[in-house]
């Protein structure tokens, strides 16, 4: 039975909504979402909450979170990349316990619509591929990069991609955006790789509905995604009824 390490990263501070990930969300705090996702998921053996914030922390706990470090200052900063914390938290982990983790789950608590048969099929679908070091959930953008522009040093508009060789809709390649709901790596690569994911290692994708997609940054973007979840049009399986 492989070892499956859920780690939620919380930071205390944000530029964009403070407080985002304490803030309640659907009737619960933000993180809550991601804890109680995690708590459904069986495939999980264990599931952390990497924060630099006693009051984050106390959140956390209060609903069935396991903090049981809290993140150093010099990764808590607006910069810091998201991959050196999941680094700190596996290895930390892996300290205390003495034993290896086979993958490792990034629950990012800006992305709570993600659902516990997602990440089992996500995981299902990764140790099926001992070739690829982790999968990736996307959506399929409303808007194809070939009509996005982007602003020369003159003033004037210019193709992102070269949209010239495209002359109809049906010749345009299928894209899909990253979406921030789910990612998962084989522990190894985790250990091994220290400066980030992209561009290496081989990873598969997991297409979820656009309409769940989402990273929220934003006063708008959490009320935006807070109203389809009310209203029942995004369901999250652990709020038994319709939040008020």
Same mark, same amino acid.
């Given at each position: ?25 659907? +009737? ?14 069986? %495939? ?16 956390? #706990?209060? =609903? ?6 809290? #993140?150093?200052? *010099?990764?808590?900063?607006?910069? /810091?990349?998201?991959?050196?914390? !999941?680094?700190?938290?596996?290895? %930390?982990?892996?300290?205390?316990? +003495?034993?290896? $983790? ?12 993600? /659902?516990?048969?997602?990440? &089992? ?11 690829? &070091? ?8 409303? $808007? ?47 250990? /091994?790789? &220290?400066?980030?994911?992209? +561009?290496?290692?081989? =990873?598969?994708?997991? *297409? /979820?509905? &656009? ?8 006063? *708008?973007?959490?009320?935006?995604? *807070? ?5 029942? !049009?995004?369901?999250?399986?652990? !709020? ?5």
């Amino acid at each position: 039975m492989s070892r499956v390490l859920a780690v939620v990263p919380a930071r205390g501070g944000s530029s964009g909504l403070p407080g985002k990930n304490i803030r309640p969300f659907a +009737g619960l705090p933000l993180i809550a979402h991601s804890l109680r996702c995690a708590a459904l998921t069986t %495939e999980i053996t264990r599931t952390v909450v990497s924060t630099d914030s006693e009051e984050v922390a106390a959140v956390a #706990r209060a =609903h069935g979170g396991d903090v049981p470090f809290l #993140r150093p200052a *010099e990764l808590a900063r607006p910069d /810091t990349p998201m991959w050196p914390v !999941l680094r700190h938290a596996l290895a %930390e982990v892996e300290k205390t316990e +003495g034993a290896p $983790y086979d993958f490792l789950v990034l629950l990012d608590p800006t992305s709570p619509t993600r /659902t516990p048969d997602e990440i &089992a099929e996500a995981l299902r679908r990764l140790r099926a591929r001992p070739d690829a &070091a982790g999968i990736i959930s996307v959506s399929v953008p409303p $808007y194809s990069p070939v009509w996005h522009t982007v602003v020369d040093k003159d003033g004037f508009m210019a193709d992102f991609v070269d949209g010239g060789r495209y002359h109809r809709r049906q010749d345009v390649p299928e894209v899909f955006v990253i979406n921030g709901l789910i990612d998962i790596w084989r522990a190894d690569f985790v250990r /091994t790789s &220290a400066s980030g994911w992209r +561009g290496r290692g081989r =990873h598969l994708m997991l *297409e /979820t509905p &656009a309409a769940r997609a989402c990273s929220i940054d934003t006063l *708008e973007e959490f009320a935006a995604m *807070e109203a389809l979840v009310k209203a029942s !049009l995004v369901p999250l399986p652990w !709020l038994k009824e319709t939040p008020r």
